[in-house]
C-alpha cells in the first residue's frame, strides 16, 4: 500500500502528463477508475505512452 502510494506521489510531481490527467478528471477517485479501466482494454509499451493514451485519446507522437 505504502509503495503504491509512493509511486502516485512521485508521478505526481514529475509527471506532466499525469497532472494533466489529475486536472482533467478532478477527482482522484475517478482518474483511478479510469486508469483501471484503460489499462485493461489498451495496449501500450510503456507508462508515459498510457498516461498520454489516457490524457489525449490517442497515441503519443514518435520520437524517432
Do not use: H
Amino acid at each position: 500500500m505504502f509503495l503504491a502510494f509512493l509511486v502516485d506521489q512521485i508521478q505526481e510531481i514529475s509527471c506532466y502528463t499525469f497532472k494533466k490527467l489529475i486536472e482533467k478528471y478532478e477527482q482522484k477517485s475517478r482518474l483511478w477508475k479510469k486508469l483501471e479501466s484503460g489499462f485493461e482494454f489498451l495496449e501500450f509499451s510503456s507508462w508515459d505512452q498510457f498516461y498520454y493514451r489516457m490524457c489525449y485519446n490517442e497515441m503519443p507522437p514518435s520520437s524517432g
